[in-house]
């Protein structure tokens, strides 16, 4: 079965750090707020992610980031 997510997840995903609701949530993604959400993708959908330098610093925005785990996740 195909993983699939969008920005909602990821949005959601990013307002269980610091416990917030996903209103609250910026449309800039921190060092420590990717690391969380990759940790998160990885213990929802039990993937191991092994994102490249590049990926990593495409992913500054919850566009980006939702772009980048989408084929990332994809593909694994």
């Known amino acids: 079965m195909p993983v699939t997510f969008g920005r909602d997840q990821v949005v959601e995903m990013l307002a269980s750090y610091g416990d917030r ?3 609250a949530v910026p449309e800039t993604i921190d060092s420590l707020e990717l690391a969380w959400l ?3 993708v990885e213990q929802r959908y039990g993937v191991l992610l092994d994102l490249s ?3 990593l610093v495409k992913m500054s925005t919850i566009d980006a ?3 980048v785990l ?4 994809a593909g694994t």
């Open 53 to 55: 330098d590049d990926e």
């Open 70 to 73: 989408r084929r990332t996740v």
């Open 21 to 23: 609701a996903p209103e």
């Open 65 to 67: 980031a939702t772009e």
């Open 38 to 40: 990759i940790h998160q």
